[in-house]
C-alpha cells in the first residue's frame, strides 16, 4: 500500500519540464534526518513538509562558493514577497570542528534570520551526506593560515513540499533561474 | 602665433614618444587594476559569541581546534600592457592574514587552495572572481558594510607595490 502511495505520488510529480535546475528524475523521498540547530534545537528535516526546502552543505570558512549560494537564497526568498515564507533553508556544516553552533547562528542569520544552520557529528553527518550524493573531505593546508580546507559538494537540494527530492543546483546556477524553479515547485503544492 | 605651434608641435612629439616608451618599456604603470570589490560580511553582534579573538580562536590559526572566524575575499580585474608578471602578495589591515588562494570545481566539489602567485599574462588581463582566484581575507577584524573602502596593498614581482581600493559590495 505504502509503495503504492509513493509510486502514485512520483507519477504525479515526475518530470515538469519547467524546472530549469539539475532535475532528478524519478523524484524520490528526501533522505529524512534530525539534527541540533544554531540554537542547539532539535530540526528534523521532515518537519518542514508543506514548504519548499533548500538544503546546502557548506562551511562558514568557504570563501565564496558558499556565500554567494546563501545570498543567492535570501535574494530569492526576498523577491517571492509573502511567499518567502514558504521557503525553507537549511544549511549543514560539513566542518562540525570550527563550525560551532554559535559560528553557525552568526554566520547563517547574517544572509537571512530565517535561515537554519545544522551541526552534527562527524558520523551523523557522514551518513547524511551519503544518502544525498554528497561529498565532504578535510584536506590539510600547511600553507594557509585556514589550517585546512573541506574540500565539498556545492549544490543545492531542492526538496519540494510533498518531501521529495526534485533537483541538484550545481553552483554558477543565475539567481533568476533558481527563482524560476522555487516558483514552480510552489505552485505544485504538497 | 608660430611659436605657439611649434609649442604644441613638440608637446605633441613629446607626448608620442612618451607613449611609444610606455609600450615598449613596461614599468609599474603597465599593471591596471579595475572592477575591484570586496564581499560583504555581516556580523551579527547578538550573535557573534564565537568571533571574538581568544587564544583558543587563535589556534585555529595554527591548524588546531577552534572555531572558525569571519572571512571574506577581494576580487578584481588586473590588466597588464607590459611583460608577463606574477601577483606575489596582498595586505590589508581588515583582516588578520590575506592570501591568494584559488576555488576549482572538480565534479561539483568545491577546492579551495592557497596559491604561490597568480600569474598575470603579457598584454593580458586576469581575472579574480567568485568560484576562481582571489584575495582571501581570514579573520576578519570588522563588519564589512556595503559602501566601505577596503585598501589593499598588492605586489606584483616585477611591477612593483601597488595601493588599491576595493569597495565593498553586498552582491
Same mark, same amino acid.
Given at each position: 500500500?505504502?509503495?503504492?502511495?509513493?509510486? +502514485?505520488?512520483?507519477?504525479?510529480?515526475?518530470?515538469?519540464?519547467?524546472?530549469?535546475?539539475?532535475?532528478?528524475?524519478?523524484?524520490?523521498?528526501?533522505?529524512?534526518?534530525?539534527?541540533?540547530?544554531?540554537?542547539?534545537?532539535?530540526?528534523?528535516? #521532515?518537519?518542514?513538509?508543506?514548504?519548499?526546502?533548500? !538544503?546546502?552543505?557548506?562551511?562558514?570558512?568557504?570563501?565564496?562558493?558558499?556565500?554567494?549560494?546563501?545570498?543567492?537564497?535570501?535574494?530569492?526568498?526576498?523577491?517571492?514577497?509573502?511567499?518567502?515564507?514558504?521557503?525553507?533553508?537549511?544549511?549543514?556544516?560539513?566542518?562540525?570542528?570550527?563550525?560551532?553552533?554559535?559560528?553557525?547562528?552568526?554566520?547563517?542569520?547574517?544572509?537571512?534570520?530565517?535561515?537554519?544552520?545544522?551541526?552534527?557529528?562527524?558520523?551523523?553527518?557522514?551518513?547524511?551526506?551519503?544518502?544525498?550524493?554528497?561529498?565532504?573531505?578535510?584536506?590539510? !593546508?600547511?600553507?594557509?593560515?585556514?589550517?585546512?580546507?573541506?574540500?565539498? #559538494?556545492?549544490?543545492?537540494?531542492? +526538496?519540494?513540499?510533498?518531501?521529495?527530492?526534485?533537483?541538484?543546483?550545481?553552483?554558477?546556477?543565475?539567481?533568476?533561474?533558481?527563482?524560476?524553479?522555487?516558483?514552480?515547485?510552489? +505552485?505544485?503544492?504538497? | 602665433?608660430?611659436?605657439?605651434?611649434?609649442?604644441?608641435?613638440?608637446?605633441?612629439?613629446?607626448?608620442?614618444?612618451?607613449?611609444?616608451?610606455?609600450?615598449?618599456?613596461?614599468?609599474?604603470?603597465?599593471?591596471?587594476?579595475?572592477?575591484?570589490?570586496?564581499?560583504?560580511?555581516?556580523?551579527?553582534?547578538?550573535?557573534?559569541?564565537?568571533?571574538?579573538?581568544?587564544?583558543?580562536?587563535?589556534?585555529?590559526?595554527?591548524?588546531?581546534?577552534?572555531?572558525?572566524?569571519?572571512?571574506?575575499?577581494?576580487?578584481?580585474?588586473?590588466?597588464?600592457?607590459?611583460?608577463?608578471?606574477?601577483?606575489?602578495?596582498?595586505?590589508?589591515?581588515?583582516?588578520?592574514?590575506?592570501?591568494?588562494?584559488?576555488?576549482?570545481?572538480?565534479?561539483?566539489?568545491?577546492?579551495?587552495?592557497?596559491?604561490?602567485?597568480?600569474?598575470?599574462?603579457?598584454?593580458?588581463?586576469?581575472?579574480?572572481?567568485?568560484?576562481?582566484?582571489?584575495?582571501?581575507?581570514?579573520?576578519?577584524?570588522?563588519?564589512?558594510?556595503?559602501?566601505?573602502?577596503?585598501?589593499?596593498?598588492?605586489?606584483?614581482?616585477?611591477?612593483?607595490?601597488?595601493?588599491?581600493?576595493?569597495?565593498?559590495?553586498?552582491?
Amino acid at each position: 500500500m505504502l509503495l503504492l502511495c509513493t509510486s +502514485i505520488a512520483t507519477c504525479s510529480r515526475g518530470h515538469n519540464s519547467n524546472l530549469r535546475g539539475g532535475v532528478i528524475e524519478p523524484p524520490r523521498l528526501a533522505a529524512d534526518f534530525t539534527l541540533p540547530d544554531q540554537d542547539g534545537n532539535a530540526f528534523t528535516l #521532515s518537519s518542514t513538509r508543506g514548504q519548499l526546502t533548500l !538544503l546546502y552543505f557548506g562551511y562558514t570558512s568557504c570563501p565564496d562558493v558558499c556565500p554567494m549560494t546563501l545570498v543567492d537564497l535570501a535574494a530569492v526568498r526576498k523577491e517571492l514577497g509573502a511567499a518567502g515564507k514558504d521557503v525553507r533553508v537549511v544549511f549543514v556544516t560539513v566542518d562540525p570542528e570550527r563550525d560551532t553552533q554559535e559560528v553557525l547562528k552568526r554566520y547563517v542569520t547574517a544572509f537571512d534570520p530565517s535561515f537554519m544552520g545544522l551541526r552534527g557529528t562527524p558520523e551523523e553527518l557522514n551518513n547524511i551526506l551519503r544518502a544525498y550524493g554528497a561529498k565532504a573531505k578535510k584536506t590539510n !593546508l600547511p600553507n594557509s593560515a585556514l589550517g585546512y580546507a573541506m574540500d565539498h #559538494s556545492a549544490f543545492i537540494y531542492v +526538496i519540494d513540499r510533498a518531501g521529495y527530492l526534485r533537483e541538484q543546483i550545481p553552483f554558477g546556477a543565475e539567481r533568476q533561474d533558481i527563482l524560476s524553479d522555487v516558483k514552480v515547485l510552489l +505552485i505544485e503544492g504538497v | 602665433m608660430k611659436s605657439k605651434i611649434i609649442l604644441i608641435g613638440i608637446a605633441c612629439a613629446l607626448w608620442l614618444s612618451a607613449c611609444a616608451t610606455g609600450t615598449t618599456q613596461p614599468t609599474g604603470a603597465s599593471i591596471q587594476i579595475t572592477d575591484a570589490w570586496t564581499r560583504a560580511v555581516e556580523m551579527n553582534t547578538e550573535a557573534m559569541g564565537g568571533m571574538n579573538p581568544t587564544p583558543d580562536a587563535m589556534s585555529s590559526h595554527a591548524g588546531g581546534m577552534g572555531s572558525a572566524k569571519a572571512n571574506s575575499a577581494s576580487y578584481m580585474k588586473i590588466t597588464n600592457g607590459g611583460a608577463a608578471d606574477k601577483l606575489m602578495k596582498a595586505e590589508s589591515d581588515v583582516a588578520e592574514t590575506v592570501e591568494l588562494h584559488n576555488v576549482t570545481m572538480q565534479d561539483g566539489v568545491m577546492q579551495m587552495r592557497p596559491v604561490e602567485f597568480i600569474e598575470v599574462p603579457a598584454n593580458g588581463v586576469v581575472e579574480l572572481k567568485p568560484g576562481g582566484y582571489h584575495v582571501m581575507l581570514l579573520g576578519l577584524k570588522q563588519a564589512l558594510k556595503a559602501g566601505d573602502q577596503v585598501k589593499i596593498k598588492l605586489t606584483f614581482e616585477k611591477a612593483g607595490a601597488q595601493e588599491i581600493t576595493a569597495p565593498v559590495r553586498a552582491q
